[in-house]
């Protein structure tokens, strides 16, 4: 296998779990605070935002990334 795939592979792979156990902790309270009697309170929609700025913000860290070895 060649060291640049093997180190590209382990990067993403590293960078995709910290995502996705972000993702499923914030969403993890947000599902539970909409059960609640408060469903939908501005700070729900505020963690949901945040989720999704940093689901963007790591994509471009790592096409950044990408480029910087060259």
């Given at each position: 296998m060649d060291p640049e795939?093997?180190?590209a592979?382990?990067?993403?792979?590293i960078v995709g779990s910290i995502i996705g156990a972000a993702g499923y902790i914030v969403l993890y309270f947000v599902f539970r605070g909409f059960g609640g009697k408060?469903?939908?309170?501005?700070s729900?929609?505020?963690l949901m935002a945040a989720l999704?700025?940093?689901v963007f913000v790591v994509c471009l860290a790592l096409f950044a990334l990408s480029?910087?070895?060259q």
């Open positions: 795939f093997k180190r592979l382990t990067i993403v792979l408060q469903a939908g309170k501005s729900h929609i505020g999704i700025a940093f480029y910087a070895g």
